[in-house]
């Protein structure tokens, strides 16, 4: 499993060094493991900019902006999760590229809707391409996030290599604008009064 993790690592890196592209990760369940993989790559520095590990629910809201909504509607270990995680890596910082994992490793924590081995992965781009990807992987708990590890690489690679994915250039990000609602009371004369 490490040389699949060593050769995933080299063929990302390969592809963004020769593209001028940087990376940022966002891990859950793999505990920066991918940050740990590519870093230890000769040249990673080219690529490589950051790693986010939110292993808890508040490390996730706090540190890459998912919504407390959204956690408890679908889950830490769901696709909404999974690329509100990947958005926030993009938001947080200039890189070109940010992969996300959540999932459970096991060997507790599964469920019959969530079973241990699911892990749900997104990888999105600074020119708006993104993906997303859920697995099962069968083993024990270093099995599952080294395969994890591996599938994250090579989602990443796919998504340069994709016949869609265009260099990305560097675009602030825009706050979104909520709309103020408010009731207004028009009072033309004295002896009444109508709302809009």
């Keep these: 499993m490490r040389y699949q993790i060593t050769e995933a690592a080299e063929a990302l890196l390969k592809v ?10 966002a891990e859950s369940c793999t505990g920066g493991l991918v940050a740990g993989a590519l870093t230890d790559m000769p040249g990673s520095s080219a690529v490589f900019d950051r790693g986010y590990v939110t ?4 490390a996730k809201q706090q540190m890459l ?3 407390a909504a ?5 889950g830490a270990v769901s696709r909404q999760t999974a690329e509100a ?5 993009l938001t947080r910082s200039k890189v070109d590229l940010a992969v996300s994992i959540t999932g459970i490793a096991g060997p ?3 469920t019959a809707e969530k079973p241990v081995g699911l892990v749900h992965f997104a990888v999105a781009s600074r020119d708006g391409t993104s993906a997303h990807t859920a697995k099962r992987f069968e083993g024990n708990r270093d099995e599952v ?4 590890v591996v599938q994250a690489l090579r989602l990443l690679r796919e998504l340069v290599e994709g016949d869609e994915f265009q260099r990305p250039r560097w675009k602030p990000p825009q706050k979104p604008v909520r709309p103020v609602i408010e009731e207004v009371v028009i009072k033309p004369w004295p002896d009444r009064e109508r709302k809009i």
Excluded: F, I, P, W
């Design 65 to 67: 902006g998912v919504t």
């Design 70 to 74: 959204t956690l408890k509607r679908y």
């Design 85 to 89: 995680m990947a958005g926030g890596a």
């Design 108 to 110: 507790d924590g599964g």
């Design 145 to 148: 996030r080294h395969q994890s």
């Design 55 to 58: 292993y808890s629910n508040a």
């Design 16 to 25: 963004c060094t020769e593209k001028k592209l940087t990376v940022a990760t």
